[in-house]
């Protein structure tokens, strides 16, 4: 394909460069050609970036280290005159305070460092804010409950070799728009982006610069006491533990950072020109003298 597309380019490129010269490319004909070459060349370009874009392609996921503690929590908000509820980590089953979760991450993308690949010890933090009750159909358990903000940020849990920043920020992600699905009566529910979330990604070690579509989700289970909510309101008080996976189209791609004897060889050459600049710079003192 990658030939075929350079071949079509050339003849567009000679055609164009020698009209004015050679008479034969000023005909009818010659424009011809030269139109079909570009028209060509364009569909092949396009042939070869659509597939690219067709699938979302999953970067990362985790899984908690011990899959039975419940260090998720699901917080009633709700009140007199309002609706809502809040999502967030905790770092025991029995804290109601904000914590960490400790987690396996693995990232599924290309041109990984080494000390990146397999799975990585790193802790999570969520937070998630609604500010409504949930829906659903008057007669049937299913619930949908809309979540309007908020933050997941997996850390390593020591600095890798390689990387950006402080090469422990493995993902942040922020949102607005989010929704968790679940039926009444069910100890196993998701949260999960919609196609009204608007989604941000950073990291130290994956560039999000080409990326133009993005979602996550999670997938609870364990809950205790089970999910249930009253049409229009949230649910009662529960904790449960989850796992996640994060995509995004096309699949993000790895800084080029240099690896640390890399790094160690670029000081020792600049150092070493550094060296030779200012040696320059004295002989000319001293022929200038």
Request: one cysteine or more; proline letters at 3%.
């Amino acid at each position: 394909m990658g030939n075929g597309l350079l071949r079509l380019y050339c003849i567009a490129t000679r055609i164009s460069y020698k009209r004015g010269r050679i008479v034969w490319f000023e005909s009818g004909w010659g424009v011809f050609m030269s139109r079909l070459a570009i028209i060509a060349a364009g569909a092949l370009l396009l042939g070869m970036v659509s597939p690219a874009l067709a699938d979302s392609s999953t970067f990362g996921q985790f899984t908690q280290k011990a899959s039975n503690q419940r260090l998720f929590r699901y917080l009633n908000k709700d009140t007199a005159t309002t609706k809502g509820a809040e999502i967030y980590t905790t770092s025991t089953a029995s804290s109601t305070a904000h914590g960490t979760i400790p987690i396996y991450y693995v990232m599924g993308v290309n041109s990984l460092p080494l000390d990146l690949l397999g799975q990585q010890d790193a802790h999570l933090s969520v937070d998630f804010i609604s500010t409504s009750g949930t829906t659903g159909p008057v007669v049937g358990n299913s619930r949908v409950q809309m979540f309007g903000s908020g933050t997941i940020t997996i850390t390593r849990d020591t600095a890798a070799l390689e990387g950006m920043g402080d090469r422990t920020n493995l993902l942040t992600l922020t949102f607005t728009n989010a929704e968790l699905d679940a039926s009444n009566n069910n100890g196993s529910f998701t949260f999960k982006s919609n196609d009204d979330s608007v989604i941000n990604y950073s990291s130290d070690f994956l560039d999000f610069a080409g990326v133009i579509s993005k979602d996550f989700s999670f997938s609870f289970s364990g809950a205790s006491p089970k999910f249930q909510a009253a049409l229009g309101s949230s649910s009662v008080n529960t904790r449960f533990s989850g796992t996640g996976t994060f995509a995004s189209d096309p699949a993000p791609l790895t800084f080029s950072v240099p690896e640390a004897s890399t790094w160690a060889m670029l000081v020792i050459g600049f150092s070493a020109v550094g060296a030779m600049m200012r040696t320059g710079r004295r002989s000319k003192d001293l022929f200038a003298a």
